[in-house]
């Protein structure tokens, strides 16, 4: 796919005005970024009701409609902690990857975990990457480039994982998937936080699939549930998953071949795509329901 044209979820539809203002680079768009978006685990604030709500956002127009409602300003001045839109780190990433695209530059979301928030644990986690005229870069937008990590948020480094387990800081969900069936990995290190039951082998399986969505596009929420996710791996086709994270992996080194069989599979396959629906499990905990997915 085009990574430099809006998806309906990146779309900031009426509200892509207000990018024209933004810098052209990457550095300076991530950190307007970061001046929109509070996390609603880690921004120091407890968030509930309405505002914590706003995790439920699947579309950035939805956001800059709620950021524009309640601050009515361009999106480079400085907002309040408080004011800033409820969200976690699929949405600094969303929101990075529409006004890149925005300007020209083609950028997806990357699914997978990071080792940097926890000594020890590897936490769920969603990164930009860019394309620079070049290869692919991988920044988190969510960190300061000034906040001390040992390594340049701004370009983060990839570790060859066949020669590591660990690899880079970040991991995608297929090179874990496949770390844990290997027995490289230990699938109890990889999960929301230590102790929490979302986590393990299931949930790292379902990560492969939202992997393999945002790749095509439908940068779903982290919370969505579609296809053959399952909240166990008891009966659940754990070989399709390990088909389509080789092919991940493969495509990530520069396999066409593989780039062309994942997006062939994923039009095909309805246990592999969102056709329409989502069975949400939001952690503002709201009943678990389905909806349609239409955007606004």
Same mark, same amino acid.
């Given at each position: 796919?085009?990574?430099?044209?809006?998806?309906?979820?990146?779309?900031?539809?009426?509200?892509?005005?207000?990018?024209?203002?933004?810098?052209?680079?990457?550095? /300076?768009?991530?950190?307007?970024?970061?001046?929109?978006?509070?996390?609603?685990?880690?921004?120091?604030?407890?968030?509930?009701?309405?505002?914590?709500? *706003?995790?439920?956002?699947?579309?950035?127009?939805?956001?800059?409609?709620?950021?524009?409602?309640?601050?009515?300003?361009?999106?480079? *001045?400085?907002?309040?902690?408080?004011?800033?839109?409820?969200?976690?780190?699929?949405?600094?990433?969303?929101?990075?990857?529409?006004?890149?695209?925005?300007?020209?530059?083609?950028?997806?979301?990357?699914?997978?975990?990071?080792?940097?928030?926890?000594? %020890?644990?590897?936490?769920?986690?969603?990164?930009?990457?860019?394309?620079?005229?070049?290869?692919?870069?991988?920044?988190?937008?969510?960190?300061?480039?000034?906040?001390?990590?040992?390594?340049?948020?701004?370009?983060?480094?990839?570790?060859?994982?066949?020669?590591?387990?660990?690899?880079?800081?970040?991991?995608?969900?297929?090179?874990?998937?496949?770390?844990?069936?290997? /027995?490289?990995?230990?699938?109890?290190?990889?999960?929301?936080?230590?102790?929490?039951?979302?986590?393990?082998?299931?949930?790292?399986?379902?990560?492969?699939?939202?992997?393999?969505?945002?790749?095509?596009?439908?940068?779903?929420?982290?919370?969505?549930?579609? /296809?053959?996710?399952?909240?166990?791996?008891? %009966?659940?086709?754990?070989?399709?998953?390990?088909?389509?994270?080789?092919?991940?992996?493969?495509?990530?080194?520069?396999? *066409?071949?593989?780039?062309?069989?994942?997006?062939?599979?994923?039009?095909?396959?309805?246990?592999?795509?969102?056709?329409?629906?989502?069975?949400?499990?939001?952690?503002?905990?709201?009943?678990?329901?389905?909806?349609?997915?239409?955007?606004?």
């Amino acid at each position: 796919m085009d990574y430099a044209v809006q998806t309906s979820y990146s779309d900031p539809g009426v509200y892509a005005h207000l990018y024209d203002a933004l810098p052209d680079d990457v550095a /300076g768009i991530a950190a307007v970024i970061r001046n929109l978006v509070i996390h609603y685990r880690g921004g120091g604030i407890q968030f509930t009701g309405d505002r914590l709500a *706003e995790i439920d956002h699947r579309w950035v127009s939805s956001m800059l409609a709620t950021d524009q409602k309640r601050n009515g300003k361009p999106l480079a *001045e400085p907002r309040d902690p408080f004011d800033r839109i409820v969200g976690c780190c699929r949405d600094y990433t969303l929101l990075t990857v529409s006004a890149l695209r925005h300007k020209g530059i083609p950028a997806r979301s990357r699914i997978g975990f990071s080792d940097y928030f926890r000594d %020890g644990y590897n936490h769920d986690h969603v990164v930009v990457e860019y394309w620079n005229g070049d290869r692919w870069v991988m920044i988190d937008a969510q960190l300061d480039p000034a906040s001390g990590h040992p390594f340049d948020v701004q370009d983060m480094p990839r570790g060859p994982f066949l020669k590591s387990p660990r690899g880079g800081p970040f991991l995608s969900a297929a090179e874990v998937w496949l770390g844990v069936r290997s /027995g490289d990995l230990d699938e109890n290190l990889f999960g929301i936080d230590p102790g929490s039951p979302i986590g393990g082998g299931w949930f790292i399986r379902n990560y492969v699939h939202f992997q393999l969505a945002h790749l095509h596009g439908d940068e779903l929420l982290l919370w969505d549930n579609w /296809g053959t996710m399952t909240d166990t791996l008891d %009966g659940a086709d754990v070989h399709l998953t390990d088909e389509v994270a080789e092919l991940l992996v493969a495509s990530d080194n520069g396999d *066409e071949t593989a780039t062309k069989e994942l997006a062939d599979r994923y039009e095909a396959n309805p246990d592999l795509r969102p056709t329409g629906r989502s069975y949400v499990t939001s952690p503002t905990g709201a009943p678990h329901v389905w909806i349609d997915l239409v955007r606004p």
